[in-house]
């Protein structure tokens, strides 16, 4: 009875798409429904602030109020507008919740059915963000990284350059996993293998990193000399070695709410009974089933960001969570750095990908810096034990 339903759905939402997508905005309607909802964050159009906008195409605001975040998007991408400084525009839009005056458009409302009807992250579809973006280049990573290729949030406590907050938050995993010279450990996503080649050399444990990233797998093959880690190109789901110790870090995010169950699944079967796991991920504050259209179009396809309440639903049963530790803040300062390294470095690359993308990727970094600082999602660490350790497990900070 299941494919009658599934089919029409997808009718029922073609036709929503079709029908009413043409619903049509006056220009006049448009202009001053965003100019009042932009009041409400103290932006201005053609202002003269540094959060203030230039509107370049008048269409702008009946696309907005047509495609609504996609929409937005897609026309900075095409210039019809411009700002200043992104990330301070993204900080005011978000820390006034304006997302929670814009209706949800058709589109919006048919993919969040189909979601909730299809797995898109199966182990076809969990190819398609290493093919778009990971495998984007490891020279241009490369130039907007620090020197470890750590392509996630940096700790910054009692750091002042972008490499030393990338090494403490290496750090801080292994004293949190509690790390000893001949464990064996688990890297879930292990990205270019910076935190799988750190543990090994600084406390002397065996490592396994996993990826789907053709272009990281090949970067960790060639960067590991004689350490002892093994990079492997394959999908998290097909792990059945257990370790001493599993860690994800930027990953999670990537496993889709139909695999969370499937997930803690693996990690738990791969974790020893005495074992340690660390769970590095973006979190959101409410419990979402459908990603931001732009950033899956664009950045992360068929990725979404879990809450605290689907996280502990599916560690329920298999783990005690030792600790949460919240660094969301510190994504802002990450981003912004990695914003300086791309603008430093686009002259190498202008040629290769033009200006639509350099528009993209700016938007990409500074509206994700703006929504860190307005503390719109979060960054956790989770630490979880199979049967709670012995005496308590000490939070490190």
């Keep these: 009875m299941k494919w009658p339903i599934i089919i029409l759905s997808c009718i029922l939402g073609l036709f929503a798409i079709v029908y009413f997508g043409r619903q049509a905005y006056g220009k006049e309607e448009a202009k001053a429904f965003i100019i009042s909802l932009l009041d409400k964050a103290d932006i201005k159009i053609d202002g003269s602030r540094p959060w203030d906008i230039t509107v370049h195409n008048p269409g702008l605001y009946q696309r907005i109020l047509k495609e609504g975040s996609l929409g937005l998007g897609e026309s900075y991408m095409d210039g019809w507008w411009d700002c200043q400084a992104l990330d301070q525009f993204f900080y005011r839009v978000f820390r006034a919740d304006l997302d929670t005056y814009m ?16 797995n898109y992250q199966t182990r076809k579809g969990s190819l398609e963000v290493g093919k778009q973006h990971y495998d984007l280049s490891n020279e241009f990573f490369k130039a907007m990284l620090d020197s470890r290729m750590i392509y996630s949030c940096a700790y910054w406590k009692n750091a002042t350059t972008l490499d030393e907050a990338q090494e403490h938050k290496l750090d801080l995993i292994c004293r949190k996993l509690q790390l000893k010279k001949g464990m064996t450990l688990l890297d ?12 090994a050399e600084k406390y002397g444990v065996e490592v396994t990193g996993i990826t789907i990233s053709q272009e990281q797998y090949e970067y960790a093959q060639a960067h590991k000399g004689t350490l002892p880690v093994t990079f492997l190109l394959q999908d998290y789901r097909d792990c059945t070695i257990t370790f001493d110790r599993v860690v994800s870090v930027g990953m999670f995010e990537h496993v889709g709410t139909k695999n969370y169950d499937t997930y803690m699944g693996m990690v738990c079967s791969c974790l020893k009974d005495d074992g340690i796991a660390l769970i590095h991920t973006i979190g959101s504050n409410v ?8 950033i899956n179009k664009y950045i992360f396809p ?3 960001l879990p809450s605290l309440v689907q996280i502990t639903r599916a560690v329920e049963g298999r783990f005690i969570i030792e600790d949460i530790h919240n660094f969301g803040a510190d994504y802002d ?11 430093r470095s ?6 290769q990908y033009g200006e639509r993308f350099y528009r993209m990727w700016s938007y990409y970094l500074l509206s994700c810096a703006g929504l860190f600082r307005a503390r719109g999602i979060q960054l956790w660490q989770v630490v979880l034990s199979k049967e709670g350790l012995p005496g308590g497990y000490e939070s490190l900070r």
């Design 287 to 294: 419990t979402a089933y459908t990603p931001d259209p732009w």
């Design 302 to 304: 068929n990725s979404i």
């Design 188 to 199: 879930i996503g292990c990205g270019w293998g910076g935190l799988a080649l750190y543990a």
């Design 346 to 351: 686009w002259p190498t690359f202008e040629a």
């Design 333 to 343: 300062k990450t981003l912004m750095a990695w914003y300086a390294n791309f603008i």
């Design 103 to 118: 209706s949800k458009n058709w589109y919006e409302l048919y993919r969040a059915c189909m979601l909730k009807l299809f």
